[in-house]
């Protein structure tokens, strides 16, 4: 009689890690794993967006653009597009108007 309830608490388990899979992928905001293959080589870990932003005098906490609350979206776009200092400018043909937008709004955290 133990082997069936055992292999029961298994297979709730089982469904329960799935559906929090689920879940958890349809949290996250498309513009993320877009950030992290157009933007990220230079905006995470030691990239070059991330040491120099992290050099301007005023506030050495801006080098992450992922973990700050200052940047509206049309900012990260204009930014992007026009380039500033020692980022290049993203062309459409590297990123399209759509990802931009994606990015631009993950970065923001939903702030136009
Ligand atoms: C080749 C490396 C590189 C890539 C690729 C890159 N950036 Fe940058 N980015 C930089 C550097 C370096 C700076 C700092 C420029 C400076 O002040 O001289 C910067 C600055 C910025 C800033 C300005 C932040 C501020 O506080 O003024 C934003 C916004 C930004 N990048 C967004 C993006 C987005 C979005 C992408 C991807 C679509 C991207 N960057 C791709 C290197 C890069």
Not at 57 to 80: I, N, Q, T, W
Not at 84 to 89: A, D, L, S, W
Request: proline share 6%.
């Amino acid at each position: 009689m133990k082997t069936p309830i055992r292999l029961q608490q298994i297979a709730w388990t089982l469904a329960a890690c799935a559906f929090s899979a689920v879940a958890a992928a349809a949290d996250a905001p498309p513009g993320k794993p877009l950030f992290t293959t157009r933007c990220g080589m230079c905006h995470q870990t030691n990239g070059m967006g991330v040491s120099i932003l992290s050099r301007r005098p005023a506030d050495a906490s801006k080098g992450l653009l992922e973990a700050r609350d200052d940047l509206s979206a049309e900012f990260v776009y204009v930014v992007a597009r026009m380039g500033t200092g020692n980022m290049p400018r993203i062309s459409r043909a590297e990123v399209s108007d759509e990802e931009l937008r994606e990015i631009a709004l993950y970065i923001s955290r939903g702030k136009p």
